[in-house]
Each structure stands twice: as structure tokens, then as C-alpha cells.
């Protein structure tokens, strides 16, 4: 009996997706077969994609990227899904046993250890079907569109750095990053009661998706210098809080600069160098808080979709591009290019 194949988008080297005919992964107890509807091109697949690998280096060949998608069930094995279900997919593979599990800290998992994540050291969702753990799967109310289900992963990391910062009505906030984290925590914190919103930005290159949707009050150029006291200057003695959603020193230095004395810092923007400079007596004088925030709860996903059912946030709207999976390629070439004004692409097989 011949193995069933699909189509997929393999990771065939740096800066390389090839498409392939893959065997379809054979289901497991406890787990389902989905056919892939729609899936978001991440600023982590780029960095994968850059460098022509994942973080399993067990996995030595046909490696599949791929972690924001959605699909409908068409075999939902034991699980209480049915045929036919549309679903999401949460990339955290959390052991569900561990104190930070047990707490209620699925994306502090002692097994995750920051980096177990599908579509990272397991093969993900760039392909036409995606089998794996019906227990990771959610079921997609019909108010959640297909594209719109590619923005739940983006979302989640915005909707956990927000309740993370503390933030309270009549803040003033800035958000450092004008990629798809940066501008949809923008659109969550004046949701949720900012008086005042700017964005620090390096380029114009995505501005125009941001001025369409209209949520911040200012923009300031960061790539100026003392961009950061500049930016406090302009509010008055500094920002209460400021959302760093880029990850590098210049970065973080800018919303040292920025913020208040007393104030709070979210860093959401993963460093590409693990050790990068800070200027810690400005942090310590100045009483600043320093908060790291990555992913988040497996309640909190389940509230990032209903912040789409529910109407409160239009997801639809932060996507600048569908393509299909023939042509990924040119999509990874598009987001890195310096002068495509794309923000978010989702791709459909």
C-alpha cells in the first residue's frame, strides 16, 4: 500500500523553500489529521529561513516551518473534534505536568524551555495537512476568519505583553517596532485605555498599514540620535509604558531613554545576540521595571480568539498579503526585502 503524500514547503537551506511531495505523518494515539486552511509568516520562521535550519538538529532533512496556522479536521482520531471542525493550532508544546504548567504558566514550561515549539523543532504547518496532539488544537468560532486565525499566534504575544505591563487608563505608551507584535499591541492598548500612543520606528518601510489603521498619535524616528530622550521629551518627562518589540541594543537603549523614572519597560523582541549591552544604573536609579513577556497562557490563547470572535480587535485588517504556498519563497524575500512595505503575509496551500 503506497503512503499517502502532500505538498510541502521545505527549508532546503539558508535562504532556500523548496517545494515538496512529503508522506502524510502517520497519526499516533491521542492525536488528529488536519488539513491546513491558512498560516502566517512569522518573524521566526525569517530568522530560520535566514540561516537554513531549525532548532532540532536532529531533524537533518525536509524540515517544515510553520507555526500560526489553522485547518478543518479530516480525522479527528479519539479526540471530541469532529469532521469537518475548523480549528487552531497553539504552537507551545507544553508538558502540562511541570510547577509552571501546574500554575497555569504553559509558556514558562520547564520542557518548552523557551524553544519547543511546532513548526521549531517539529515539523509545522507549511504543507497541505499537519497531524499531531488533538490536545493543542481549538476550535475556531465561524467569526474567526481563515486569515484571521494566521494573526491568533501575533496576537496572543501582544494580548500577554499587555496584561503583563499593568497598564492602566489614561497611560501613555509607547511601542517600540513597527512590525506586526509592535502594531498589533498598539491597536490592544488603546482598546484597553491609553490617552496617548506613539510608535518608534527605524524606517517608514511599514507605516502605511499603521497610518491606515489609525491607532497611534505620534511617530518618532529611532534611528536618530538620542532618538530615546527625544521621545521622553515629547511627552513630558517620559512614557509610563514602553513596549520593546524589536530586540536589540539600540532598541532597548531608545526605551530606557524613554520611559519615565518609576516607569515599566515589556520586553516582547528576542535578542538575535543572546548577551547585549544595557545601561543598568539608568535602570536602577530611575527605580525603571523591567519586565520580559513571551507568548502565553493557554488561557490567555483561548481569549485571543474570542478578541477576534467578539469583534473587540479586527484582525483581518493587519493583514497586508495572501499568497499561496507555491510561493513562499517569494514571500520570506518580500519581508526582508527594504523596500516592500508588507507587514503580515498569510499563506494558504
Known amino acids: ?3 499517502r503524500m502532500m505538498k510541502a514547503a521545505v527549508l532546503a537551506g539558508p535562504q532556500n523553500i523548496e517545494i515538496k511531495q512529503l508522506p502524510v505523518p502517520e497519526m499516533q494515539p491521542g492525536e488528529m489529521e488536519i488539513d491546513i486552511s491558512a498560516i ?6 525569517i530568522h530560520m529561513w535566514k540561516t537554513g535550519k531549525g532548532w532540532n538538529p536532529a531533524i537533518k532533512e525536509n524540515f517544515v516551518m510553520g507555526h500560526e496556522f489553522c485547518g478543518v479536521v479530516a480525522n479527528p482520531g479519539n479526540s471530541n473534534f469532529k469532521v469537518g471542525d475548523r480549528v487552531v493550532y497553539w504552537a ?7 510547577d509552571m504548567c501546574r500554575a497555569g ?6 520542557e518548552v524551555a523557551g524553544q519547543n515549539y511546532i513548526g521549531f523543532v517539529r515539523n509545522g504547518g507549511y504543507a497541505e495537512k499537519f497531524v499531531w496532539k488533538a490536545s493543542n488544537a481549538y476550535k475556531l468560532p465561524d467569526t474567526v476568519s481563515d486569515t484571521a486565525a494566521g494573526l491568533i499566534d501575533p496576537l496572543m504575544v501582544a494580548y500577554h505583553a499587555v496584561r503583563v505591563s499593568g497598564m492602566k487608563l489614561h497611560d501613555k505608551v509607547l511601542v517600540v517596532g513597527s512590525g506586526i507584535i509592535g502594531q498589533l499591541t498598539g491597536g490592544l492598548v488603546k482598546k484597553a485605555g491609553c490617552s496617548y500612543l506613539a510608535l518608534a520606528k527605524r524606517n517608514d518601510r511599514k507605516l502605511g498599514l499603521a497610518k491606515k489603521i489609525g491607532d497611534f498619535d505620534a511617530y518618532f524616528d529611532s534611528s536618530i540620535p538620542d532618538a530615546g ?3 521622553s521629551e515629547a511627552v513630558g518627562g517620559g512614557f509610563d509604558i514602553v513596549f520593546e518589540c524589536v530586540g536589540t541594543e539600540e532598541s532597548i537603549a531608545a526605551s530606557i531613554d524613554a520611559v519615565k523614572p518609576g516607569g515599566t519597560i515589556v520586553t516582547v523582541g528576542n535578542s538575535i545576540d543572546p548577551t547585549i549591552k544595557i545601561s543598568l544604573n539608568k535602570i536602577v536609579l530611575h527605580e525603571i521595571k523591567f519586565i520580559g513577556s513571551v507568548s502565553c497562557t493557554r488561557t490567555e490563547f483561548e481569549e485571543t480568539i474570542d478578541l477576534i470572535a467578539s469583534g473587540m480587535l479586527d484582525a483581518d485588517k493587519y493583514v497586508t498579503d495572501v499568497m499561496p504556498l507555491d510561493e513562499l519563497q517569494h514571500a520570506f524575500e518580500r519581508l526582508t526585502s527594504s523596500t516592500d512595505p508588507v507587514v503580515k503575509i498569510v499563506v494558504k496551500p
Open 1 to 3: 500500500m503506497s503512503k
Open 92 to 98: 507551545n508544546m507544553y508538558c502540562g505536568k511541570c
Open 105 to 110: 504558566k504553559e509558556q514558562l514550561c520547564r
Open 229 to 231: 530622550e527625544k521621545m
Open 40 to 45: 502566517g509568516v512569522c518573524g521566526s520562521d
